[in-house]
């Protein structure tokens, strides 16, 4: 069975930080692009950040750029998300993704997580 488990959510105030991890087992993940999305109450999943299979290319949403960090690991079958700097509009659920093509669109997302909570109070 194919699972990406995420961890590391929690409460932060503003300007704080916080770091995810996504961790996925049942096959290997070091061929798939990997990723993060978040979805607020009432509100679409939208696309945080990108790592290609290598880790050598990256995408970021431009309301998280030069505030959130990609990384990987692909020996330990993981994808990190360093987020600094967070805000209130940063709180969301936010859902690792795995796919061996692309994870910036989410209709084409093979693999998801259960999602984490991460809130940011004011």
């Known amino acids: 069975q194919v699972q990406l488990v995420e961890s590391g959510g929690g409460l932060v105030q503003t300007g704080g930080s916080l770091r995810l991890s996504c961790t996925g087992s049942?096959?290997?993940?070091?061929?798939?692009?990997m990723g993060w999305f978040r979805q607020a109450p009432g509100k679409e999943r939208e696309f945080v950040a990108a790592?290609?299979?290598?880790?050598?290319?990256?995408a970021y949403a431009d309301s998280v750029k030069g505030r959130f960090t990609i990384s990987r690991d692909s020996a330990k079958n993981t994808v990190y998300l360093q987020m600094n700097s967070l805000k209130p509009e940063d709180t969301a659920v936010y859902y690792c993704?795995?796919?061996?093509?692309?994870?910036?669109?989410?209709?084409?997302?093979?693999?998801w997580g259960q999602g984490t909570q991460v809130t940011v109070s004011s």
């Open positions: 790592s290609s299979w290598s880790g050598g290319s990256t």
């Open positions: 993704a795995a796919d061996p093509l692309n994870v910036e669109l989410a209709h084409k997302v093979h693999y």
């Open positions: 049942g096959r290997t993940f070091s061929n798939y692009a």
